[in-house]
């Protein structure tokens, strides 16, 4: 089974600064995705960026990017600029492959990030 | 936007009543899941579906069971609600596969007294 942990509750930061969210996982698969999304106060589930395990390259979207590092197990996420729309929980999770959605995510407990103006 | 809808959006409803769940879509994707979400944690799967009338359990299957009579509509029925059932339920699509990005719709809060 896999296990994602986000050590970080809970984070506040300055509109405009740079914030790094943690995720570590455990797993002994070799290929997977691990993903970043965002829950608004809305509750929607918003999916922020996807990362293939098996390629080197980190994932980016505009103002979002990934340090992703295998060996380690880490995969964090920086948000560059921030902005008071940010302003949500942060969820990390893994998708197993093969098998993928028929075991479903494995989310962490999320990160409640604040955007202070 | 995934084109997915809930309905309802809010339920209170009181022990041992059923209560019947919506998920709607409107790209008549394959793949179809049902999550809920509950304080303190990220999302957990109930039941999938590849197809109509084709389903399988997930990790938190017990009290549920679901139903896909056409392609656009999962639903999800809980027979006898409990307290325990009180959640956020969210539906969830595959655009292309089992083995691909999931994306989710609105949720639908319910409250079991």
């Known amino acids: 089974a896999q296990t994602v942990t986000q050590s970080q509750p809970e984070m506040s930061v300055q509109e405009a600064e740079t914030v790094t969210l943690s995720c570590t996982y455990d797993t002994s698969e070799s290929n997977y995705y691990l993903f970043w999304y965002k829950q608004p106060p809305s509750r929607q589930m918003i999916l922020v960026i996807r990362q293939e395990a098996y390629k080197q390259q980190n994932a980016t979207e505009n103002r979002f990017s990934v340090n992703f590092q295998k060996a380690a197990k880490s995969f964090s996420l920086k948000i560059s600029d921030s902005q008071l729309g940010d302003t949500a929980m942060y969820f990390c999770a893994f998708m197993k492959l093969p098998g993928g959605g028929a075991d479903g995510l494995t989310f962490g407990k999320g990160t409640h990030l604040i955007i202070q103006p | 936007d995934a084109g997915i809808t809930q309905s309802p959006r809010h339920k209170v409803t009181e022990t041992g009543t059923p209560v019947t769940l919506r998920c709607h879509q409107t790209?008549?994707?394959?793949?179809m899941y049902w999550y809920r979400q509950d304080p303190g944690h990220g999302l957990r799967l109930i039941h999938y579906s590849y197809g109509v009338k084709d389903t399988d359990k997930g990790e938190v299957s017990d009290g549920y069971s679901v139903s896909r009579s056409k392609t656009e509509d999962f639903l999800l029925t809980l027979e006898s609600a409990t307290s325990s059932q009180t959640s956020v339920y969210f539906c969830a699509i595959s655009p292309r596969g089992l083995e691909d990005t999931q994306y989710f719709g609105p949720g639908t809060r319910l409250t079991v007294l």
């Open positions: 790209e008549n994707h394959r793949y």
